[in-house]
């Protein structure tokens, strides 16, 4: 009986590894896994319309690899004719170089024009800045004009009032010292004259000296001198002229101890006009003067000499 049980189960052993070892070469297979995404309705083309799926069709065998087709032959093009290219070509052009030229015309007219315009325009400023210009230009000389009559007026003015103000201060001063500068040294007089007044009568340039009390104060012959100390030899000589000039004209005298003049020069001072000629002939007259001779003076002296120009 054992012998029959061992048997059966080698015989059952050997049959189940056959089966297996038949299934490992002949039956097993790997199952294709099944592709993940979302579930769609089943059918067999891309297009269709309606709701309800129809019947099912018989079951279609295992589809092999799909068979690459050859890409179908190109087709060559063949050109349009050239005689209905050239026509289009024509309609299409011919208006837009008409328009074109037209435009262009246009366009250099109104240039044309705005550049008229603009010379004309700057021609009138170019004439209106000249007008004015000129204007100004105008108004600008007759204000200089105006400025410098007012200016020489002025200096006009105070050139009188400074020369009434030496006027006035010489007579002040020679009022104020005429007892000691035009006086004698030992004289206690207070009034000298024969009008019937008090003070010293005569003139502020004239010569203590003198007795001619009357006319311009510059001695007899229109002159007069001031020399501390000295007197006169002889007369005063007078200048010669020809002009129609009058003024007063001091010259400035050096005198040495012997009484000779050794220098003469214009002096502004007292001088009432500076006319080249009156000065030359008053000053040639004044180096012609004659003092007394004083050997205790100084070896150079300074005094003055005047003289009065009148008209003929």
């Known amino acids: 009986m054992e012998h ?15 089966i297996l070892l038949l299934l490992i070469f002949f039956g ?8 993940e995404g979302v579930l769609v309705n089943l059918g067999n083309v891309q297009t269709g319309l309606g709701e309800t799926e129809p019947p099912k069709a018989a079951a279609k065998p295992t ?14 093009e063949e050109p349009a004719p050239k005689a209905e290219e050239t026509v289009k070509t024509q309609d299409f052009d ?17 240039k044309l024009k705005k550049q008229r315009e603009d010379e004309a ?18 108004a600008k000389a007759e204000a200089q004009a105006k400025r410098q009559a007012e200016l020489e007026r002025q200096q006009k ?12 201060r010489i007579a002040d001063e020679a009022r104020s010292k005429v007892g000691s500068a035009f006086g004698k040294s030992n004289s206690n007089s207070t009034s000298e004259g024969e009008a019937g007044g008090q003070g010293n009568q005569g003139y502020v340039t004239g010569d203590a000296n003198s007795k001619n009390r009357t006319g311009s104060g510059l001695g007899n012959s229109g002159s007069g001198f001031s020399l501390t ?17 009058e003024g007063i004209i001091v010259v400035q005298v050096t005198v040495d101890k012997y009484g000779k003049v050794v220098a003469a020069e214009y002096q502004l001072k007292g001088s009432t006009t500076q006319n080249s000629t009156l000065k030359k002939a008053a000053i040639e007259a004044a180096k012609k003067a004659r003092f007394n001779s004083d050997p205790n003076a100084t070896a150079f002296q300074k005094g003055t000499i005047t003289y009065h120009f009148e008209l003929n």
């Open 94 to 110: 011919e208006a837009p170089e008409v328009k074109s030229a037209e435009q262009k015309k246009k366009e250099k007219e109104e």
């Open 28 to 35: 097993l297979k790997t199952i294709p896994q099944e592709e």
């Open 229 to 245: 100390g000295r007197s006169l030899v002889g007369s005063l000589p007078q200048p010669g002229y020809s002009i129609q000039e």
């Open 121 to 138: 325009r700057k021609k009138r400023e170019e004439e209106e800045r000249r007008i004015k210009e000129k204007a100004d230009r105008k």
């Open 157 to 168: 003015i105070e050139a009188e009032r400074k020369k009434q103000e030496e006027q006035q």
């Open 63 to 76: 589809p092999s690899e799909p068979k690459v087709s050859p890409p179908p032959p190109l087709v060559k």
């Open 4 to 18: 029959y049980s061992r048997r059966g189960v080698i015989g059952s052993v050997l049959f189940h590894v056959l």
